[in-house]
């Protein structure tokens, strides 16, 4: 799914209504009709609750849902914050349709919100042009005091939809945000969080020539947009789906090695063969019998890098360590590669983050796996917001040919032509030692297979959260571990 900027929505929006065609008050009434659905379908609809609008179409919105809850048996007061001259002609409008049924209450000050109510925030949608201040501020700051359950129209009234804000301004803090159609770039940043709360898009229709036409550099990858996996013909032999080499662990984290080569099988490639340092070689043996193994001449560390050419892709960094000797086999790896596809994760980053030119060396096409601790190091500096880090996530991959993993909530797989995919899986009981070290195993197998790189990280994060998913639903988040996500795989 393609995800679009607050201007282009507008044109979205536009290009429905003068295309469909439809009014743009009857848009309105869809989209509300939508999001009333939505509130009476969760229970969260309540007698009595505050609807709080502003006097733009968002505003406009928060009056169809009073109309349409107060219809349905849930009158709520409606405030209208008086922040402009002029309202827009929807939401007068909607205010003539609501006042034959009830009144409104204008204010120009914060008012008394109940802390166990419900509140719909209509204060502003993706008109926002600068941060709230004077009357909306404080309304804003008195809705996040009052402790009640907040559900915000389209976006948190103060948040930018395509931009940062500053560290003061004011913003709602919603538990739910509904927005509609599409996710807002703002809904995956990890800064916002507290300004998103849960949040889902309710489709309202809008013309899907739009979207086809218009082009788009950011994804959200869900389960109707992702890449599929080669089909295994009847004849197929193991010889068909790849040779990958993971080149992990050292003494004191040969788990790692463990992890990655589960994920690895568990991710239909043919054959694996696991470099580890000698004191691996009986673990690997004994845990993961389907993998061969060769033992590094060293006890504790991996210091060679074995004949490459019978490898289709290698995954290198699990557990690796950053000892002098590694360093070096790392350097020699960089050498022996040529062009094959490569995955470098973890110490393998942390080792090229302190010898930067050998970036350069990196093939063409390679799949790094950073988290954001990582990628500070592979940058040599740090981001001062969420849309900084993407523009130097663009500008690294670029430079060095590569696709970036970046890891967090919503992972994003971001390509040397600079598409960024932000995945839809996955969930904090993937915050345990090891879980990386799966996806390095997943890629591997899914590069070793052949695809275009991009494709391979775009599906495998997808499927490495989806296993956290369905690990969580059947253990609980607490109880998820790194080794239960391989047996969670299902292609
Ligand atoms: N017909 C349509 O195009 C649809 C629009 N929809 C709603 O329309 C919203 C966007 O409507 P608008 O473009 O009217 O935008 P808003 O409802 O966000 O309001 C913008 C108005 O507030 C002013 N404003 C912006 N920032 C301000 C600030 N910090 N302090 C004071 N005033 C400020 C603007 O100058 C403008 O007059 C969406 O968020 C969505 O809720 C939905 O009804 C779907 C269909
Ligand atoms: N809150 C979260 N929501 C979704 N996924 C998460 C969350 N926290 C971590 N993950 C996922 O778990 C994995 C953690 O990887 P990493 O930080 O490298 O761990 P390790 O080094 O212990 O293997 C990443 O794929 C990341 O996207
Ligand atoms: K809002």
């Excluded at 939809?161 to 945000?177: C, G, K």
């Excluded at 996806?439 to 197998?445: H, S």
Aim: aromatic residues 6%.
């Amino acid at each position: 799914m393609k995800i679009f900027s607050a201007d282009q929505i507008r044109a979205w929006d536009a290009y429905t209504i003068s295309h469909e065609p439809i009014s743009s008050l009857d848009l309105m009434e869809r989209a509300a009709t939508a999001l009333t659905d939505w509130l009476l379908r969760t229970g969260l609809a309540r007698r009595d609750g505050h609807i709080l609008c502003g006097m733009g179409n968002n505003g406009g919105d928060g009056l169809v849902v009073a109309r349409l809850l107060h219809q349905a048996g849930y009158p709520c007061h409606v405030w209208i914050v008086r922040h402009a001259e002029k309202a827009s002609a929807d939401f007068e409008a909607n205010l003539a349709r609501y006042r034959h049924l009830a009144g409104v209450t204008w204010v120009e000050e914060a008012m008394e919100i109940p802390s166990d109510t419900l509140v719909i925030d209509a204060l502003l949608g993706s008109g926002l042009n600068r941060c709230a201040a004077g009357p909306l501020a404080e309304v804003i700051r008195a809705v996040n005091a009052s402790g009640s359950t907040v559900v915000s129209i389209d976006i948190a009234s103060g948040l930018f939809a395509d931009r940062p804000n500053q560290p003061d301004d004011a913003i709602i803090e919603p538990a739910y945000t509904v927005g509609f159609q599409v996710p807002k770039p703002a809904f995956l940043q990890p800064g916002n969080a507290r300004f998103v709360g849960r949040w889902q898009v309710l489709d309202i229709g809008l013309d899907r020539r739009y979207e086809k036409q218009t082009p788009a550099s950011r994804y959200f990858t869900d389960s109707q947009s992702l890449p599929s996996l080669r089909n295994r013909a009847v004849f197929a032999n193991k010889g068909n789906f790849g040779h990958a080499l993971l080149i992990a662990g050292s003494y004191g984290k040969v788990g790692a090695a463990v992890l990655a080569s589960r994920a690895c099988l568990r991710s239909g490639v043919g054959l694996l063969t696991v470099h580890v340092p000698e004191c691996g070689y009986s673990v690997l043996q004994t845990a993961v019998p389907e993998a061969m193994c060769l033992a590094d001449e060293h006890p504790k560390m991996i210091t060679g890098v074995p004949d490459l050419s019978s490898y289709t892709a290698i995954g290198v960094g699990p557990g690796l360590g950053k000892a002098q000797e590694t360093v070096r086999m790392l350097d020699e790896l960089l050498l022996k590669l040529g062009g094959k596809p490569a995955v470098f994760d973890a110490d393998a980053l942390n080792i090229l983050a302190d010898n930067p030119e050998w970036l350069t060396r990196l093939p063409k096409n390679s799949i790094l796996t950073p988290h954001p601790k990582e990628f500070t190091r592979l940058l040599g500096r740090t981001w001062a917001d969420d849309y900084e880090k993407l523009d130097l996530l663009r500008a690294f991959c670029k430079r060095y040919s590569v696709v970036t993993v970046l890891k967090g909530q919503h992972t994003i797989v971001a390509t040397p032509e600079g598409e960024l995919h932000f995945n839809s899986t996955g969930n904090p009981g993937m915050a345990t030692g090891g879980t990386g070290d799966v996806l390095t195993g997943i890629l591997t197998a899914l590069l070793a297979q052949g695809p275009p790189p991009a494709d391979a990280a775009i599906l495998g994060v997808y499927r490495h959260g989806e296993a956290g998913d369905r690990a969580a639903a059947r253990k609980g988040e607490p109880a998820l571990i790194a080794g239960d996500l391989p047996e969670f795989l299902h292609w």
